[in-house]
């Protein structure tokens, strides 16, 4: 049983995050200096990261190259260390390590955006959500679960309402705190209802007390009933149907940074929660679940798409492309819960984080790339307004093109890699016999998402011939600070990189969905073919 | 410091040092360089020269000394793995192939290709051959392209095709050989279509490149069925895998496929080369490929890329002996494109188009000699490959020293007796032409004569009559090229000087940076052929090859490389002085009898309307007007309509007359019998033989009518189909994605209760449905 002073230690990083937002919060009301402040946002995403460093990853054996089998499992119980509410597991160092690379991305991007007298509560709102994340990531409770969420969810108000004075804003900042307030209803009575039919609010507890097949009118009916409350309540977070609405309307109204960080922070935090509530355990789920994932991802999809085509407004068209890809991303989990009892199970969540983090280096940085551009008074709005970009401001343009080109998933790009891995675990899905779950359907949603896909690159190469096809009506003044334009072509390195040596990261990603059936017999590694630089792995079972 | 580069260091220069000139070439050029842009080619090419003659040296002094014959000496560097994976094919024991079979126990095998480079005799020769004439043409273009706005273009492409060209001689894989086998042919590609503004030039590239897909789509075949049967695609063993021409095969321990199998693979390797090398039926791109700039026709079209095919061959060749059906088609599709090129080239009047074809004879030279698959066959058409790349170079550079004064004019009726104004080219055509026609003691006659030997051996060895018949066409192409040859250097050079006025005040001797190069190359085409074949030198020195050190393995004591034959060579020298001194005669005076000549092949005596003239000396024009220059045109003997005159002399044509009915249908009838009447006439105008000859054998036209008008057929309908049916499905159901859109988007009317209100409805709506399908 751990203490409390190891539980501390573990919690270090979201506490020095937090400390240091505070920090930051109350200081600039005394010293309103840009730079000083900046500086110090910096230096305590360094520190949490320092201090996450000190704990170490949970040791996952790496397969080995070689064309036979071995045996790979879920790390050492020793190196996973469970503090009271938390556990620090494979899924959760991997998290919290994208959070921290997202707060550095975040704060650098920030680097000149809102007042001056104001902007210590801007990225001191920025650090608590990311630690928010880091929280959600690694909670095993519901309170903290909900704590965590809820730790993403306020400082997004401020945030909002901290970005341009003016009435759309303010409009915006109303929206979303009235309909997140809503969602949050939502998942909070899914909760009370986990509750009430298990007794127990330790996720473990929760599915140990329900190990036999839950249907949604027997035994475990009030507990179905609770998760796909949960579901619907997330799905405002994932900014998927059917909570989808407010996410044009805010994305049109607010800062670029602002958008930036409502189109990756929630959806982490909700995807995580997702994955935790849904995956964690080993429990038997009803068809009813993954019925309604699948169903969810196919109505995402097509609602962002298709609505992101009648777009001429850039940030509502990128609103409605996150909706998208929200909806891409349920993909995987639907296979993932449709399949949990085998390896394709374990390959659609492993694609689902894959894609979650190529999803937001991406959007992270086109958001960045429209700060960069922005004037001091006006954001960018109209896809027009880009027209010309590519003589004028080469290099931010080269860098928007090449994400326009990665978010529709075209190769070599690290999109490309993301939808291959969903699609691929959904045609398994579809093909899998083993377990007895095999589903036709899941060719209908590999149909859907292609189709899909299909659609999205109409409005993405728009963008991507707006840039560089066009010639500019109007001189724009980039003053969004070369920081926000750093961010953008890192980004866009970051896509390519990841592009062409997809391996890393689809290791990372597999060895951060490992741990989640840790009851379960060790997996059987095998190093597939090796084809085109593209190294996966299928992973079967004894 | 000569000890000190290593052959792997020298290697990797080679095609290096090219490559760095196109990129260097392309950068600077078109900006900085401009009119200096030749520089890095130069240099380049006569680096890479250079470091060939080094390797070539260096390698002879590690074959083995006491020149054994069936010793293959080679090494290979493997720079770097470029594919590979692993357990890529399970051969069935049930094909029961044996040059599987016979690898370790039926294990998967890795499909692995690496970027290796090799060296032994053969590359070497290659090496010293592309790179040294390729550093003279690059020079002399100095001089050729002087003034043309493409000039940097030029070059860098020349600089490219250098480097895939040395590539193709030294990669140890045949998926390598593949890849630097397009390399080239786009290279070819581009310099062919160079002047791409001129409608002929850019349809030539077309062609060129288009007929060379077919043959390299038998190649490719090959590739693929030599992967299945051999399981490797490497030249040499790997590691892993044995190679399809390694030393494990040589020795004895692995076979060569033979039978159906092994046929196809070499008949479909025949096909690719037969594209290349411009062997019939795929010769027709290259007498058009001479609408390039004339140092790319005798670079690539002459003396390099033209000879991939007889290089890939000579490579294969233990393939071929495993398949000898192949090696006999090979001989026999060299022979009859040999002498039918040869009977073409006897009636052009583009002094480019005259070399062109008695190109495309000379590699059908080379083929027949390979196709004999003995080692004195392969010795002897590679030999031939050799000292034809110095001469058939010489002469296309002559020719355009010849263009260059007559300000690019090329037919050989508007210019004559040129001797005195190009004095320096005049000589060294004339070294050129001899030896070409074979005549002693240049080097034509050396290479030739190996090949007339290699025949002969083996028409005696096996007593085939297949084999007699073809050591007889090759004695006749012998006398073809002699006539042919002297003819288009007699009429340019000798006669009455005449000079087009497109010249203007060019019509003198080329610049320096232009002789010289012809000087140099005149010295190669003389002297290559005595020095190296006197004590059969390079014969001993290219059986080192393992492929050809194998062959001569196989065939034992009688491997040795064709002997001198003192009655061959009496033979060949009689018919080739007969060709001259035919050419000579006809051509040196007042070209009566040329006229009368002519008269009589191309059946003009069938016809008394035309009365025997001086052909060639007339102009084109005039020559257009009789209708035999293009093969376009219309014969001047029609159906020609008595009645039909339009002088109106007949009565009943005029006025509405009663008779008019039945004299209209009897001016019919007329016509209709006259027209049968002179059918056979009107036929024979096609195929006189010297109509025959001057068409080309109508080779284009019966594509024309078999393939290219078909296609052009079924591609009009699949442009129609898609514009129609594909297109209207496309647009339909893309457009639906964008209706939908704009139905879905009235949901967004901005009102936060409208949203929580959707928001509770939608799952509500999520529940139900999932709880319906659940059910």
């Known amino acids: ?542 | 410091m000569f000890e000190a580069i290593s052959l792997r260091t020298l290697l990797i220069l080679i095609p290096a040092l090219p490559l760095s000139g196109a990129i260097l070439t392309a950068i600077f050029g078109p900006a900085i360089l401009r009119r200096q842009s030749h520089w890095p080619t130069v240099l380049g090419l006569a680096a890479s020269c250079i470091c060939s003659l080094m390797l070539a040296v260096k390698w002879q002094g590690q074959l083995p000394q006491d020149g054994k014959a069936g010793q293959g000496v080679e090494e290979v560097v493997t720079l770097w793995e470029w594919v590979g994976i692993p357990q890529a094919y399970a051969p069935s024991p049930a094909t029961g192939l044996a040059a599987i079979a016979a690898t370790e126990n039926h294990a998967p095998l890795d499909f692995r290709i690496d970027v290796s480079l090799r060296i032994d005799t053969l590359t070497a020769t290659m090496l010293v051959m592309v790179t040294l004439i390729s550093t003279l043409v690059a020079v002399y273009s100095v001089g050729y392209m002087h003034g043309d706005e493409g000039y940097w273009r030029f070059f860098s492409y020349l600089s490219l095709f250098v480097f895939s060209m040395t590539m193709l001689v030294t990669v140890s894989n045949f998926v390598m050989l593949y890849v630097f086998w397009e390399g080239v042919g786009v290279c070819s590609y581009l310099l062919i279509g160079f002047w791409y503004r001129n409608p002929a030039a850019a349809a030539a590239g077309k062609k060129a490149f288009l007929v060379n897909r077919v043959g390299d789509f038998g190649f490719a075949l090959a590739l693929f069925l030599m992967w299945m049967t051999y399981g490797s695609l490497s030249f040499h063993d790997t590691d892993t895998v044995a190679g399809v021409l390694g030393a494990r095969r040589f020795a004895g321990e692995l076979s060569f496929v033979g039978g159906g199998v092994g046929t196809a693979i070499c008949l479909l390797l025949m096909a690719g080369a037969c594209g290349k090398s411009a062997q019939f039926p795929l010769h027709v791109w290259l007498p058009d490929a001479m609408e390039g700039p004339t140092p790319v026709s005798a670079l690539i079209h002459a003396a390099t890329m033209v000879t991939a095919g007889v290089y890939m061959i000579a490579r294969c060749m233990p393939l071929f002996v495993a398949a000898p059906q192949a090696a006999w088609v090979v001989a026999w599709i060299g022979a009859g494109t040999a002498l039918m090129a040869g009977l073409i080239a006897l009636t052009q009047f583009d002094l480019k188009r005259v070399l062109a074809y008695s190109t495309v004879s000379q590699l059908g030279y080379m083929f027949l000699a390979l196709g004999m698959a003995t080692l004195g066959g392969v010795t002897a058409g590679m030999f031939h490959l050799f000292t034809h790349a110095f001469f058939k170079a010489l002469l296309f550079l002559g020719a355009g020293s010849v263009m260059h004064a007559m300000g690019n004019v090329i037919d050989m009726r508007r210019f004559g007796g040129l001797r005195h104004r190009l004095p320096i080219t005049h000589a060294t055509f004339a070294i050129g032409c001899l030896a070409l026609a074979g005549i002693f003691p240049l080097s034509g006659f050396w290479s030739k004569d190996a090949i007339l030997a290699a025949v002969h051996d083996q028409a005696h060895a096996t007593g085939a009559s297949s084999y007699r018949v073809l050591y007889g066409m090759a004695m006749g192409t012998a006398f073809l090229t002699a006539f042919y040859t002297f003819r288009a250097f007699f009429m340019t050079f000798y006669g009455p000087q005449r000079i087009p006025e497109e010249a203007g005040h060019h019509a003198h001797e080329s610049p320096k940076v232009m002789w010289i190069p012809l000087v140099v190359l005149a010295l190669f085409a003389a002297l290559v052929g005595p020095m190296l074949e006197w004590t059969h030198a390079f014969a001993h020195w290219l059986q080192y090859t393992p492929s050809l050190a194998m062959m001569a393995q196989a065939a034992g004591a009688t491997g040795a490389p064709a002997a001198f034959h003192w009655d061959v060579a009496v033979t060949s020298t009689a018919v080739a002085v007969a060709g001259v001194a035919l050419a000579a005669f006809l051509y040196l005076g007042h070209r009566r009898e040329v006229a009368a000549l002519q008269y009589v092949f191309r059946f003009g005596w069938m016809n008394p309307s035309e009365a025997p003239s001086d052909w060639e000396s007339a102009s084109p024009h005039a020559a257009a007007v009789a209708n035999v220059t293009r093969p376009g045109g219309h014969p001047t003997v029609t159906g020609h309509c008595p009645s039909d005159h339009p002088s109106g002399s007949h009565g009943h044509e005029h006025g509405p007359g009663l008779l008019a009915l039945p004299a209209r249908l009897l001016k019919a009838v007329g016509c209709g019998l006259w027209s049968l009447l002179t059918l056979p006439l009107w036929l024979g105008q096609f195929v006189s033989p010297y109509q025959m000859s001057h068409s080309k054998f109508f080779v284009d036209e019966i594509y024309d009518v078999l393939i290219v008008g078909p296609l052009r057929g079924l591609a009009h309908i699949s442009y129609v189909l898609d514009r129609v049916l594909v297109d209207g499905l496309v647009n339909g159901v893309g457009g639906l994605p964008v209706r939908l859109g704009g139905w879905l988007r009235k949901s967004q009317r901005g009102f936060v209760s409208l949203y929580g209100l959707l928001t509770v409805v939608g799952m509500v709506l999520v529940v139900v449905v999932s709880f319906w399908w659940g059910v």
């Open chain 1, 1 to 542: 049983m751990p203490t409390s002073l190891d539980m501390l230690f573990r919690m270090t990083p979201e506490i020095l995050l937090i400390v240091g937002a505070v920090w930051i919060i109350v200081g600039n009301a005394f010293a309103p200096q840009r730079a000083g402040w900046w500086v110090m946002a910096l230096a305590t995403v360094a520190m949490a990261g320092w201090a996450l460093a000190q704990q170490g990853m949970p040791v996952v054996p790496a397969p080995s190259t070689g064309g036979e089998s071995v045996h790979v499992g879920s790390a050492d119980a020793d190196s996973v260390v469970v503090a009271g509410l938390a556990i620090h597991d494979e899924l959760a160092q991997a998290i919290r390590w994208f959070a921290i690379v997202l707060a550095f991305l975040l704060v650098v991007m920030a680097s000149r955006a809102g007042a001056e007298s104001l902007f210590g509560e801007q990225l001191g709102s920025i650090l608590l959500i990311l630690a928010g994340i880091m929280i959600a990531a690694s909670a095993t409770n519901l309170v903290l679960l909900f704590l965590g969420l809820e730790l993403v969810s306020i400082p997004t108000y401020i945030l909002l309402f901290l970005g341009r004075a003016n009435r759309q804003s303010l409009e915006a900042t109303a929206k979303y705190f009235l309909l997140s307030i809503l969602a949050s209803a939502v998942m909070l009575y899914g909760f009370s209802f986990l509750y009430g039919s298990t007794g127990s609010m330790d996720l473990s507890r929760i599915s140990a007390n329900v190990r036999e097949p839950a249907s949604p009118l027997g035994a475990g009916g009030i507990w179905t009933m609770g998760m796909v409350l949960v579901l619907l309540g997330l799905s405002f977070k994932l900014g998927s149907f059917p909570a989808h609405f407010y996410a044009p309307d805010v994305y049109e109204g607010t800062t670029s940074v602002n958008a930036a960080l409502l189109a990756v922070a929630p959806k982490v935090a909700g995807i995580v929660a997702l994955v935790r509530l849904f995956l964690m355990n080993s429990m038997e789920v009803h068809p009813f679940l993954w019925h309604m994932f699948l169903l969810l991802a196919l109505a995402t999809m097509t609602i962002g798409n298709v609505c992101a085509l009648w777009q001429n407004n850039i940030r509502r068209l990128l609103a409605y492309s996150s909706i998208a890809h929200a909806g891409y991303m349920l993909i995987g989990l639907a296979v993932a819960l449709a399949m949990w009892k085998t390896s394709t199970g374990l390959q659609g969540a492993s694609a689902t984080l894959f894609y979650l983090v190529v999803y937001a280096i991406a959007v992270l940085g086109t958001f960045a790339g429209l700060a960069y551009l922005a004037s001091a008074r006006d954001e960018i709005q109209d896809v027009e307004q880009l027209a010309g970009m590519g003589r004028s401001y080469p290099v931010v343009a080269g860098a928007l093109g090449l994400l326009m080109f990665s978010l529709s998933g075209i190769p070599p790009l690290a999109g490309f890699w993301g939808k291959l891995g969903l699609f691929a675990s959904a045609v398994e899905a579809a093909g899998v016999s083993a377990a007895g779950v095999r589903s036709p359907w899941f060719l209908v949603l590999v149909v859907g998402g292609a189709l899909n896909a299909a659609i999205a690159a109409a409005y993405y190469l728009r963008i991507v011939r707006t840039l560089f096809f066009r010639s500019g009506t109007q001189q724009l003044a980039p003053e969004g600070g070369s920081g926000a334009r750093n961010v953008a072509v890192f980004a866009a390195l970051l896509t390519l990189a990841v592009g062409i040596l997809p391996g890393p990261l689809l290791v990372a990603t597999r060895n951060a969905t490992c741990g989640l059936n840790r009851d379960r017999a060790p997996l059987m590694v095998t190093a597939a073919p090796v084809s085109s630089g593209h190294q996966d792995s299928i992973v079967t079972r004894p």
